[in-house]
């Protein structure tokens, strides 16, 4: 019986020691399994969060990219916009000048031929008459070169605004879109 007894319990502890080994060996596949699969997932995640970091960056750098060109774009605008004013600024001050020049001439040619026909005046009451009739007409000359050069002046000054308040306009605009 002792045999017998010591073969039950050499049964037993052997088919405690199979279940175990069979229980650890299936506990040991299972962890790995759900190891291998943690690991899949962590990677997918992974694969999936610098997708989307990518794709974020690549986005900001592409706006960046876009402003500044379009901030290009602007100072190029501005720059063309002071060319143009600085231009009609320039023509305008090139036909006040051709005007007073001319004036000038005038005003010296009237004022020889006055002089000229004053001293050819035969009484003073004649020669007072010459220099009064020349001292008016001088006058009215002035006042209308005067009025002519103020209308130059004005639309010059016009003129060489109107780019720069267009690009001004045009900037406004489009802040104002963005908003």
């Known amino acids: 019986m002792a045999d017998t007894t010591a073969d039950t319990v050499k049964k037993t502890v052997?088919?405690?020691?199979?279940?175990?080994?069979?229980?650890?060996?299936?506990?040991?596949a299972t962890v790995k399994a759900s190891a291998e699969k943690a690991q899949a997932t962590f990677q997918a995640n992974a694969e999936q969060a610098q997708a989307a970091?990518?794709?974020?960056?690549?986005?900001?750098?592409?706006?960046?990219?876009?402003?500044?060109?379009?901030?290009?774009?602007?100072?190029?605008?501005?720059?063309?916009?002071?060319?143009?004013?600085?231009?009609?600024?320039q023509k305008g001050a090139e036909t006040l000048s051709a005007q007073s020049v001319a004036f000038t001439r005038k005003s010296w040619e009237d004022g020889v031929a006055a002089a000229k026909s004053m001293s050819q005046a035969r009484s003073i009451q004649e020669l007072?008459?010459?220099?009064?009739?020349?001292?008016?007409?001088?006058?009215?000359?002035?006042?209308?070169?005067?009025?002519?050069?103020t209308d130059v002046v004005t639309a010059s000054v016009k003129n060489s605004f109107?780019?720069?308040?267009?690009?001004?306009?045009?900037?406004?605009?489009?802040?104002?879109?963005?908003r």
């Open 53 to 89: 970091g990518a794709k974020a960056l690549r986005e900001v750098a592409d706006k960046s990219a876009a402003g500044l060109t379009e901030l290009n774009v602007q100072g190029k605008q501005n720059l063309e916009a002071l060319v143009a004013s600085a231009a009609a600024a």
């Open 14 to 28: 052997e088919t405690a020691t199979d279940t175990v080994k069979k229980n650890v060996e299936t506990a040991t």
């Open 128 to 149: 007072l008459e010459l220099q009064t009739t020349w001292a008016k007409s001088a006058t009215e000359a002035y006042l209308a070169e005067v009025t002519r050069a």
């Open 162 to 178: 109107q780019p720069i308040n267009e690009r001004v306009t045009a900037s406004v605009e489009k802040f104002q879109a963005a």
